[in-house]
């Protein structure tokens, strides 16, 4: 898929309020500081399409951005941010799941994992939170470039194996990513195609 424009088009933290088009979503999650902006920007090839910044948490809104004009990349705001007050993890909670809950255009989150660390409680609690609600994901573990190719192999499949010693009877869907080189970035926007040419397909006139 080629990326021919790409536009920010709001910011808030009320789902009723999320753009009304019968677009298909695809919402971008992790903890804070996975590197999610920086893989946002290296998906879309703009240097600043999502704000990168070396504080964690720094996303708290809702931001869609559309694509092509035929489908909405979503950065939601990271959660675990051990510096957020109570209220506003609170606050970031409520409206990350109702966002999941009700936005009827979302096909597909994409929970990001820096594949450097071993299986995080709070990442696998809220897969299964997904798993629970039927809300289709896929992972994408992210900073491959900060690892050799056999130690990052190595980590994708303990991860692997450590869901489904859990409650996952098999693995989701997942890429391996690098922002730097650009690994995964064919793999996991070739995903989103052919999803949006089923949805588009089904929601035709």
């Not at 820096?114 to 409680?121: A, I, M, S």
Request: glycine share 6%; with cysteine; hydrophobic share 35%.
């Amino acid at each position: 898929m080629k990326i021919k424009s790409a536009d920010f088009v709001m910011s808030n933290s009320n789902v009723a309020k999320c753009p009304k088009e019968l677009l298909p979503e695809y919402a971008f999650i992790g903890r804070s500081n996975v590197g999610k902006s920086s893989l946002i920007n290296m998906l879309t090839q703009r240097k600043n399409l999502a704000k990168t910044s070396g504080r964690p948490g720094k996303t708290q809104l809702i931001n869609h951005f559309k694509i092509n004009d035929n489908w909405f990349l979503v950065d939601l705001p990271g959660y675990g941010y051990a510096r957020a007050s109570k209220k506003d993890k609170k606050t970031f909670q409520k409206y990350i799941t109702d966002y999941f809950l009700q936005r009827k255009q979302l096909v597909c989150a994409f929970v990001l994992v820096d594949v450097r660390h071993e299986p995080q409680k709070v990442d696998m609690e809220f897969m299964e939170w997904l798993g629970t609600h039927m809300i289709p994901f896929c992972i994408v573990f992210t900073k491959a470039d900060k690892l050799k190719p056999q130690l990052t192999e190595k980590q994708v499949d303990t991860y692997l194996k450590t869901l489904l010693e859990g409650v996952w009877e098999e693995v989701p869907p997942y890429f391996v990513t690098s922002s730097a080189h650009r690994t995964g970035r064919e793999e996991l926007l070739g995903y989103v195609h052919n999803i949006n040419t089923e949805f588009h397909k089904e929601n035709k006139g």
